[in-house]
T-cell receptor, first 111, second 115 residues
Framework: LAKTTQPISMDSYEGQEVNITCSHN???????ITWYQQFPSQGPRFIIQ???TKVTNEVASLFIPADRKSSTLSLPRVSLSDTAVYYC????????????FGTGTRLQVFP | DTAVSQTPKYLVTQMGNDKSIKCEQN?????MYWYKQDSKKFLKIMFS???????INETVPNRFSPKSPDKAHLNLHINSLELGDSAVYFC??????????????FGQGTRLTVV
């Protein structure tokens, strides 16, 4: 089974840039890397998805190095409402039918 | 309108009981899923169901069974509930195709407590 690791928690202040990294060994070669955001008592919500290099949308950027053994979610100028748990999602390189969520990073944004 | 809705939101039941959680999606998606989130907030896929093709996570006990009456519904039946089944269960749906599968829409979750 592919293994994914994320920092358990991160703290930041409003207006700062936050980078959350997910390490994932042996993910499926042709698969995407996806990130989700989860607020308390809610289901995860899709943020961004990429395959390689850099992807940017209106809320975040995603950086994926050439070896695809990690990915970094970048949140520019965070606000209090970005306080949530962030998960990466990857395909299992051993079993391409499987999707595996990362361990989750709890981001706390302070005023 | 809620895209993916599941009921009930909370479920408290005794060990040994059989219970069901219902899920409906109005997005016209082809694939539906059940995920389990434990007390440490780890998310694990239990099942994916696409046009009568069921992919099961082999770690899921056979006391858990998904039932899909139609494309818009995927219910979760649990027999002989155990204390360790206590968790939050999320239903999700997505379109076909690998990239779309990873861009799923989740319900609000059902918090199951087995006492």
């Amino acid at each position: 089974l592919a293994k994914t690791t994320q920092p358990i928690s991160m703290d930041s202040y409003e207006g700062q840039e936050v980078n959350i990294t997910c390490s994932h060994n042996n993910i499926a070669t042709n698969d995407y890397i996806t990130w989700y955001q989860q607020f308390p008592s809610q289901g995860p919500r899709f943020i961004i998805q990429g395959y390689k290099t850099k992807v940017t949308n209106e809320v975040a950027s995603l950086f994926i190095p050439a070896d695809r053994k990690s990915s970094t979610l970048s949140l520019p100028r965070v606000s209090l409402s970005d306080t949530a748990v962030y998960y990466c999602l990857v395909g299992d390189g051993y079993n391409t039918d499987k999707l595996i969520f990362g361990t989750g990073t709890r981001l706390q944004v302070f005023p | 309108d809620t895209a993916v809705s599941q009921t009930p939101k909370y479920l408290v039941t005794q060990m040994g009981n059989d219970k069901s959680i219902k899920c409906e999606q109005n997005l016209g998606h082809d694939t539906m899923y059940w995920y389990k989130q434990d007390s440490k907030k780890f998310l694990k896929i239990m099942f994916s169901y696409n046009n009568k093709e069921l992919i099961i996570n082999e770690t899921v006990p056979n006391r858990f069974s998904p039932k899909s009456p139609d494309k818009a519904h995927l219910n979760l039946h649990i027999n002989s509930l155990e204390l360790g089944d206590s968790a939050v269960y999320f239903c999700a749906s997505s379109q076909k195709g690998r990239a779309r599968q990873m861009e799923a829409f989740f319900g609000q979750g059902t918090r199951l407590t087995v006492v």
